[in-house]
């Protein structure tokens, strides 16, 4: 398809991925009740410009589950090709079972650009919401709650999820006591720094922080924040 369209509307082709062939046709019987046309594409591409641009040849909007390489040779995850579908300008939503494994690593590399994420067992409704947000994103640009902000960023403590190394933030201006989790190398790879040495750090980033729940939260551009002066800090 060519172009942004001016609507997701009744009709539209909507490309399905999933690993699970199972899983791809209860999307698409879903998609169908919400009266969507699904078009079914196997994530098994060489590359994810591949996989889009099969995409966008063959339809307006894209539903994308996030773990892909189960079923699939897919070399990347369903947040990938839902960040780079919305970059592309197609608008991508998000599915996931497995949200609360994911959400705060894998997912959370890529939320800037994933206005919207599912859990499985989603309704018809939701996912013609989803898509519309989506695409109004790219028409109108993000709502309150996915415009970044920069803010301070402290880091309380490393920690590990699998394979992971994760650092749990506070986000004052989003939440000044609980605490945040994203993976370490989301400020590493910005700032030269070694994981082990971030804890007790404060940094600046892009944050949305008028997020209306921590799974949406998303972090982009550290860098070391300035000292404090010690003057500030001195008691008078």
């Not at 897919?74 to 780079?84: C, K, M, N, R, S």
């Not at 994760?166 to 006591?177: G, M, Q, R, T, Y």
């Not at 209306?212 to 001195?234: G, K, M, T, Y």
């Amino acid at each position: 398809m060519q172009g942004l369209i001016d609507e997701i509307r009744p009709g539209s082709k909507i490309a399905v991925v999933d690993d699970s062939v199972d899983d791809m046709r209860r999307t698409s019987i879903l998609l169908e009740d919400a009266e969507f046309e699904p078009v079914a594409i196997d994530p098994s591409f060489p590359t994810l410009e591949a996989l889009l641009d099969a995409v966008a040849a063959k339809a307006d909007g894209l539903v994308c589950d996030h773990r892909l390489s189960h079923g699939a040779t897919a070399a990347f995850t369903g947040a990938q090709v839902v960040a780079a579908s919305n970059r592309r300008r197609i608008p991508a939503v998000l599915v996931t079972g497995y949200a609360d494994l994911d959400e705060q690593t894998s997912i959370r590399r890529w939320r800037s650009s994933i206005p919207c994420m599912l859990r499985k067992r989603f309704k018809p409704a939701e996912i013609e919401s989803a898509l519309q947000l989506a695409h109004r994103e790219q028409l109108l640009g993000p709502a309150l709650e996915r415009e970044g902000h920069r803010t301070v960023v402290r880091v309380l403590r490393v920690d590990q999820i699998g394979a992971e190394r994760i650092v749990e933030v506070i986000v004052v201006a989003w939440d000044p006591v609980d605490a945040v989790i994203l993976p370490a190398d989301m400020i590493t790879s910005s700032v030269g720094l070694a994981t082990d040495d971030l804890p007790g750090m404060r940094f600046m980033a892009n944050v949305n922080i008028h997020a209306r729940s921590s799974e949406e939260l998303f972090f982009e551009n550290f860098e070391v924040a300035p000292e404090i002066p010690q003057s500030w800090l001195s008691v008078r």
